[in-house]
């Protein structure tokens, strides 16, 4: 499972890396987590507003951080 955080580093993405790391653990599923931070790649994702999350190429949320179920739900269905 490939899941890609995209934003420049500001808080918003820090707290979303943490509760996609948290709901792995939670769920004990191995992923490797990529935190993309380039603003040409987060451009050519097609994000205009980030924090966003992408999991296993589906573009799963921009703009806001989704809650814990959201997320867990995602890895769920996406493993």
């Not at 580093?9 to 979303?16: D, E, M, S, V």
């Not at 948290?22 to 050519?44: F, G, H, Q, R, Y």
């Amino acid at each position: 499972m490939k899941i890609e955080i995209f934003g420049p580093g500001c808080p918003r993405c820090h707290q979303l890396e943490k509760c996609v790391k948290d709901a792995m653990s939670e769920l004990n599923i191995p992923a490797d987590v990529e935190k993309i931070s380039d603003i040409t790649k987060i451009v050519d994702a097609g994000i205009m507003h980030t924090p966003g999350l992408r999991i296993n190429g589906k573009m799963k949320s921009t703009g806001r951080i989704p809650k814990p179920e959201e997320i867990k739900k995602w890895i769920v269905e996406e493993k």
